[in-house]
């Protein structure tokens, strides 16, 4: 018999095979493999078959049956084959999704890799899906996420972007995070908003399906009786999965999956997948919340033992103002008795003492000290004084021109010219009046050596966020920083009482307010001042 299939010959020529092609060249030597490989497909070796089983020969039964055996056992063998592929695929996939959830504390990383998994076709492959969080204090289930495409035209651009870039889920969930997470979320608002139930609501499907504690395939949806109309035309389909997110009996969320685009079925066997996986998920997601919760604690507890420690230490200063207050507050009072008197009989003596007199120099020396005196005083009763501050709401260019017009005539007398500037509408300051004007005079009318040519003191006030910052350029000084510094310290100048203190004190006033005060010295332009104004109570913030 002629045979029309090369099965019985030993070795073939290139082109003795249809079926034999570029790459195969060691078949046409191998016939064995050739036989399994490739005859038992071959359309000649049918043919030839079938001519051996027309024949007469006593074999021919027994090795038309031997053929169809081995046909449907390798197609079986095909099929076990891709199945253990799609398995093996399936038990890496979960490896890594696990390794994902089981390592991630973040809420937001949780849900991006998880809508990953279930849309990307690596993963579940589903289209679409939404996720609904159980907020059990307010008593609703909320949407929160979603993921997917509206229409065809985005879905092939997201399928064909995905093919381009060979990514790994967490790869594709970390892109997710970054790039689409917010457009994502405003892309489905007008669903999510919909997709908000009471969790008393036991007769809606999504609540079922949560109590259920099951997931539950929903076919027909528009005719469904469990399932209400508004809700299947909400979402557009007319079958979807409800995958509830159960931890250790918790209600944690439901995930609401479709393929709205390609209208593939979902399977048992998709439904399943989805139940394993929704276990580790719903773990996660109550891990990642409560981790957050336990942050928010942390830093409420970390920032109540920092106000606790900042009080005590207040406290202590407070104390120690006190204490400084009380010593020097005592001093003053036992020191101006006697001070004024002095002044007061050296000034009736002044002026009884007519100009010729030659002891009419020493009386005006002694009452110049006096009156120096009487002011070093007034200043140490004023520290005292500034311990217990009155504030109310003051306009801040009443508070600057009352300032400068009270110092004129000493800045005159000195040949200092000054001027004021404002920004509109400038919102009034929460302060103590009394103690800041006096902080301003001082600052105004500071004595600090190290005069220079340029005697020009600019004030101007502005906004800064919520304060008023008045700022105060005294050109006319020449001094260091380190030097400033020294003199900001109380009772640091022990060369002349009087130099300095007021300045000192100002700053402690300040400070104690919660007000910043910096004094800085610039090369070739003189002192600059900032005083930063709260414009609301410490209540309001």
């Known amino acids: ?19 034999i092609h570029e790459g195969d060249e060691d078949l ?24 051996f089983s027309d024949s007469s020969h006593p074999l021919a039964p027994v090795f038309y049956l031997v053929h169809s055996e081995y046909q449907r056992q390798k197609t079986q063998i095909q099929s076990l084959v891709s199945f253990l592929d799609n398995k093996t695929l399936e038990i890496r996939f979960m490896h890594e999704l696990g390794f994902v959830l089981q390592s991630s504390v973040d809420l937001e990383e949780v849900l991006s890799v998880a809508l990953t998994a279930i849309t990307a076709g690596k993963g579940f492959g589903m289209n679409r899906a939404f996720l609904l969080l159980a907020d059990r204090e307010a008593g609703m289930l909320k949407g929160y996420l979603a ?69 539950m395939l929903i076919e027909d949806a528009f005719h469904h009786p469990e399932v209400n109309p508004n809700f299947a035309a909400l979402l557009g389909v007319d079958t979807f999965l409800l995958m509830p997110l159960i931890s250790r009996n918790r209600r944690v969320g439901l995930i609401i999956a479709d393929n709205c685009i390609t ?40 920032e109540a033992g920092k106000k606790l420690k ?8 407070m104390e120690n103002m006190a204490l400084v207050g009380r010593i020097t507050s005592s001093i003053a ?36 000290e006096t ?36 110092t004129s005539e000493v800045l005159m007398s000195r040949g200092y010219a000054s001027g004021y500037s404002s920004e509109n509408d400038l919102p009034p300051v929460y302060i103590d009046f009394k103690q800041i004007s006096y902080c301003l005079r001082t600052v105004l009318q500071s004595d600090i050596n190290g005069m220079g040519d340029d005697r020009t003191i600019a004030v101007r006030s ?17 001094v260091t920083q380190a030097e400033l510094d020294h003199i900001l310290v109380p009772f640091s100048e022990t060369r002349d009482l009087g130099a300095g203190l007021g300045l000192a004190l100002c700053k402690t006033m300040l400070e104690k307010q919660g007000i910043p005060f910096v004094a800085l010295a610039v090369a070739e332009a003189g002192i600059i001042y900032t005083i930063k104004l709260p414009t609301y109570k410490e209540e309001q913030q």
């Open 310 to 317: 900042e009080q005590q230490e207040l406290i202590v200063r």
């Open 462 to 478: 502005y906004r800064d966020e919520n304060a008023v910052v008045i700022r105060i350029e005294d050109r006319s000084r020449n």
């Open 371 to 406: 009156h120096q005196l009487e002011g070093v005083l007034d200043e140490i009763l004023n520290y005292s004084d500034s311990l217990y501050p009155a504030r109310d709401f003051w306009d801040v260019g009443q508070l600057v021109e009352s300032a400068l017009r009270d």
């Open 333 to 368: 009072h036992s020191v101006r008795n006697p001070l004024m008197i002095i002044g007061g009989f050296a000034r009736s003596m002044l002026k009884n003492t007519p100009s010729s007199d030659p002891k009419r120099d020493f009386i005006e020396s002694i009452v110049a």
């Open 1 to 19: 018999m002629d045979w029309e299939c090369c099965w019985d010959r030993d070795v073939i020529a290139m082109g003795d095979c249809p079926n």
């Open 147 to 215: 993921i997917g495409p509206r229409n065809l035209e985005e879905a092939s651009h997201t399928w064909n972007e995905i093919l381009g870039n060979d990514m790994d889920l967490k790869t594709l969930a970390m892109n997710f995070r970054k790039n689409k997470l917010s457009s994502e979320r405003a892309k489905f608002h007008d669903i999510l908003e919909q997709l908000t139930v009471p969790l008393s609501s036991h007769e809606h499907i999504t609540i079922k399906a949560l109590d259920s504690k099951h997931p």
């Open 28 to 51: 046409l030597t191998s016939k064995r493999r050739r036989i399994l490989e490739k005859c038992s497909e071959c359309d000649n070796f049918r043919r030839d078959l079938g001519r």
């Open 263 to 302: 209208h593939r079925r979902i399977t048992d066997e998709d439904m399943h997948s989805l139940e394993t996986f929704s276990f580790p998920v719903a773990f996660a997601m109550e891990r990642a919340s409560l981790y957050d919760k336990l942050q928010i604690e942390l830093n409420r507890v970390t």
